[in-house]
Nanobody
Framework: VQLQASGGGLEQVGGSLRLSCAVS????????VGWFRQAPGKEREFVSS????????HYEASVKERFTISRPHGKNTVNLQMTSLKPEDTGVYYC??????????????????WGQGTEVTVSS
């Protein structure tokens, strides 16, 4: 599985950005695809994930009411729509994938596949 993230950029507080992750290599139907982020000087943290088939989603608490993860029907793409952006959303966002093990994976070592990061900067 190969992952290619795009869509980062500079946005003001309260603005919106959409990240996209292009997935190639025929992910297994029970795969989960998601996003992690890493703020400057901090560890990588889980943001959100979605089951490749079925569309069930999972969010980190601080983004649950502001971010939406989706997979357009039939597309090998996972999008992360981010709204009401805050300065603490600043960081490098990584697209990730792994086989779903029956519970939501939120640790970095749960994910076998990582894309390159895309940088998001939220200015106040």
């Amino acid at each position: 599985v190969q992952l290619q993230a795009s869509g980062g950029g500079l946005e003001q507080v309260g603005g919106s950005l959409r990240l996209s992750c292009a997935v190639s290599g025929s992910p297994y139907s029970r795969y989960v695809v998601g996003w992690f982020r890493q703020a400057p000087g901090k560890e990588r943290e889980f943001v959100s994930s979605i089951l490749w088939n079925g569309g069930l989603t999972h969010y980190e608490a601080s983004v649950k009411e502001r971010f939406t993860i989706s997979r357009p029907h039939g597309k090998n793409t996972v999008n992360l729509q981010m709204t009401s952006l805050k300065p603490e959303d600043t960081g490098v966002y990584y697209c990730v994938a792994a086989e779903f093990q029956g519970s939501w994976n939120t640790r970095t070592f749960d994910y076998e596949f990582w894309g390159q990061g895309t940088e998001v900067t939220v200015s106040s």
